[in-house]
């Protein structure tokens, strides 16, 4: 951006990266962690941020820190006191093009907003773009976040595999990634008095209520499990009914087993999203099944008995199936109340906001252990996400932006000490 050109509008943001992780097969858009879409994301996000003059960094932990400085002393990249606000850059697979760019998008439009309004202030502020927010590559959500945080321990990130075998320590190294250094960053979470993250809302609720944003309050608890189940590799056409050791069997039984579990509790969700039978050939009988389970609710006790009443299920069909089954929790996150005082402050900005939970992991939600975070939702007329139909209309966009950057601008302008 430049002065002659005045801020940027969302759409034509988003409008650059429109055709970057197209994909053919899915639909929609598969932008996987360090993969050639979304390596080419990172650029782009790079390049934004130099247009604005902003000081780029990439941390030990892969996120990508585009650093407005402050008016203060040592105000620049990594400074005390900083705001901070941004989302992620990969999808799921075959996902929206909104769930994750929004957020981007809107925080450098909203950069754009405040030279406008020629706010500077003492504290600085940062957009930030977080890797591997989905785990559609790894399998661990947050990644990113997670691994600054210290909400997973290194050694385990570093071995954690791809669909082609590949280590996470293998791919992050080809990037450029530093592995061995990976982990908690307690000094830069120190400086961060606020993260406000922005994401198109992956629900209904803003529709119905005839408004273009809402504030986050909390975050359901929710994890991923994998379940293995082992039998008998054999011939489709040779091996009869009843001599059969079938996993696939007992995998249909898990899914159908997942959404009986989740309808005995109310808000419960539970979703096995992705299958995957070993060797995997048409006139083969598998030998193995891998099968992911997605679990939700706002009582953690309640996402526990939903997982282990699945689990009991499983054990019983794979016995009858002359099977066996194992469980592997991989990442769980429990229910997230958004800081109380700095939600309340982004009321006393948006006062017309209403206010919404969320059945989403986020960024935000995993920084919330350690430092003040919130949430803005942006209107998504269809209610659909992790899909192509999700949708967010221009002006929707624009009025997510200048409301992040209403937000931006009062905390920017809050003596440093209040936090």
């Known amino acids: 951006m430049s002065a002659a050109s005045g801020p940027a509008s969302v759409a034509g943001l988003l409008g650059e990266i429109a055709d970057v992780g197209r994909d053919a097969t899915r639909g929609g858009w598969s932008r996987f962690v360090y993969a050639d879409a979304e390596l080419t994301l990172r650029e782009w996000f790079v390049e934004q941020a130099q247009r604005r003059s902003l000081e780029v960094e990439t941390d030990r932990n892969g996120a990508i820190w585009a650093w407005r400085p402050g008016t203060g002393p040592g105000g620049g990249a990594g400074s005390p006191h900083a705001i901070v606000t941004g989302s992620h850059l990969d999808s799921v697979p075959g996902g929206g093009a909104f769930d994750g760019p929004l957020g981007v998008a809107s925080a450098l439009a909203a950069v754009d907003l405040l030279d406008a309004r020629g706010v500077r202030t003492e504290r600085p502020l940062a957009v930030v773009a977080f890797p591997e927010e989905e785990g559609a590559r790894f399998g661990v959500a947050c990644l990113g976040s997670r691994l600054l945080a210290g909400a997973i321990d290194p050694d385990r990130a570093r071995g954690l595999r791809d669909a082609d075998g590949r280590t996470f320590a293998e791919v992050a190294a080809g990037a450029g990634l530093d592995v061995d250094r990976i982990g908690p960053d307690p000094a830069r ?43 008998e590799g054999n011939h489709a056409g040779t091996t009869r009914m009843p001599d059969r050791r079938d996993p696939m069997v007992v995998a249909a039984g898990i899914v159908l087993a997942a959404r009986d579990a989740a309808v005995a509790h109310a808000e419960a969700r539970a979703t096995v999203g992705r299958v995957v039978p070993v060797p995997g050939g048409t006139n083969v009988i598998a030998s193995r099944v891998d099968l992911w389970l997605d679990a939700r609710h706002p009582d953690d006790a309640v996402t526990a008995a939903v997982v282990a009443e699945i689990e009991r299920q499983a054990s019983r069909l794979a016995e009858a199936q002359g099977c066996a089954v194992t469980l592997t929790e991989e990442s769980y996150g429990g229910t997230v109340s958004f800081d109380a005082d700095l939600s309340g402050r982004l009321a006393q900005v948006l006062p017309e906001a209403p206010v919404l939970d969320t059945g989403a992991g986020h960024d935000a939600g995993v920084l919330a252990a350690a430092i003040p975070t919130a949430m803005l939702f942006t209107r998504n007329p269809t209610g659909v996400s992790h899909s192509p139909e999700e949708a967010c209309e221009d002006g929707d966009a624009e009025a997510g932006a200048a409301a992040l950057a209403d937000v931006l601008e009062r905390l920017l302008r809050e003596p440093v000490g209040v936090s």
């Open 189 to 231: 979470l120190a400086g961060i008095d606020a993260f406000v993250e922005l994401h198109v809302e992956q629900g209904r609720g803003l529709v119905d209520l005839g408004q273009p944003v809402a504030i986050g309050s909390s975050i359901l608890g929710h994890g991923r499990w994998r379940f293995s189940v082992t039998g």
